[in-house]
């Protein structure tokens, strides 16, 4: 193991997310291989940690004054073992091919989870939508696909939205690769309700992540009602995670974005949260705008002296992390064990370092990996996908239950996965052992492709 891991670091000595995210799976997936010796003769762990195609290209645009810019795009197809790729886009500066190989790498396993027919992938650009207009959104969005559809299609490989990429810039791509392939199909997918969009799609990574938290509660005959939750982010994972959490009878006391985070002792309720969608959806506001309208409350600003996020430094139950990677560090993982939190559900992508996850297997926390509590997204974009092809559209009760079913079948494969490898209760290991398995066995029974 190490010594794959050696090479794969030597390989591309300055992909530190990606390695963060091939160090995790290996050391979970370790006695698989050991039970399974054909897989490693058959070089299994080399051939699922190169992606199968690496795509790079220009994206020149002219912003509102007239002046031409180029962002770097990007799409990584990891592997289409068990289906076409499948990924989101995400449109943020700190985007490479590390950040984006690791989330390629994590959504091979989370798609194999959720029990659709979806290989792994994701893809983006260093472009910044923050602050641009909808016509430079819309110009950058069109020149970004003018590249990318070749590469893609709805059996080949069909993108979604991630951070930085929501419904307004996949109508934008959707209408450049419709204009260009001069098809309407579902290559996309997040898209408006209007126009092949799935009820439920919006909702699905949060209502997800709540779902998960909810089956990992009741192990413990246990609910969220009453429970206190820290919630980071702002964006659409955190807001569907408030807005389920609130209908569960929990109480979330936290949102953030990059500048900084507010605390609500009292707690987002559901006329406040429909500010926060307008704030942030509508007017693309910052999150501090919420003290300014809710004056108990407080704003606390970003500190980049301090060593420790303080959004996880209040007392609660539960935590949410719905923002970006690694937002939770080792002191943050002390300070919500000290604080009383015993469940984390992962909204985000591998949003605890290694060291804060290894805090909270030592202190037998309720605590699930991203791929597993933020598999719903790609799932009810599965959904979509299967809506599109056969012209329909579900209604919103029956897309609710298949994910809710989903997520509870997702929770039990992590479950039996665990104690199938003597690791029981560890999710973590569950999540990395039944995603792996699949999508190796299928690499075998297709040869060596
Ligand atoms: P959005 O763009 O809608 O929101 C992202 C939120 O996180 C914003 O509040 C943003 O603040 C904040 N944020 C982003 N980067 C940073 C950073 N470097 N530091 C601090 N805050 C940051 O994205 P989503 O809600 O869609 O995605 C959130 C997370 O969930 C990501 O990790 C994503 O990969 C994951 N995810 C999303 C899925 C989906 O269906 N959308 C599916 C599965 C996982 P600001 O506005 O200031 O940038």
Known sequence: MSDILDFIK???PG???FHQAVQEVLETVQPVLDRNPEYRQSAVLQRITEPERVIMFRVPWMDDQGQVNVNRGFRIEMSCAIGPYKGGLRF?????????????????????LTTLSMGGGKGGSDFDPKGKSDNEVMRFCQSFMTELYRHIGPDTDIPAGDIGVGAREIGYLFGMYKRLRNEFTGVLTGKSLGWGGSLIRPEA???????????????RDDNLEGKTCLVSGSGNVAQYTVEKIIELGGKATTLSDSSGYIYDEEGIDKDKLAFVKRLKNVRRGRIREYVDKYSETVYTEVDSTLDYNP???????????????????????RNLVKNGVYLVSEGANMPSTPEAI????????LYAPGKAANAGGVAVSGLEMAQNSMRLSWPREEVDSRLRTIMKSIHQSCLDAAADYGVPGNYMAGANIAGFVKVVNAMLDQGLV
Do not use: R
Request: net charge negative; proline share 3%.
């Open 10 to 12: 030597a390989k591309d």
């Open 15 to 17: 992909q530190k997310e």
């Open 92 to 112: 943020h500066p700190s985007v490479n091919l590390s950040i984006l190989k690791f989330l390629a790498f994590e959504q091979a396993f989370k798609n194999a």
């Open 205 to 219: 990574t949060g209502y997800g992540s709540v779902y998960f938290a909810s089956e990992m509660l009741a192990t």
């Open 311 to 333: 959004l996880w430094n209040h007392k609660a139950d539960c935590a949410f992390p719905s923002a970006t990677q690694n937002e939770i560090n080792e002191k943050d993982a």
């Open 358 to 365: 290894n805090i909270f297997l030592d202190n037998k926390l």
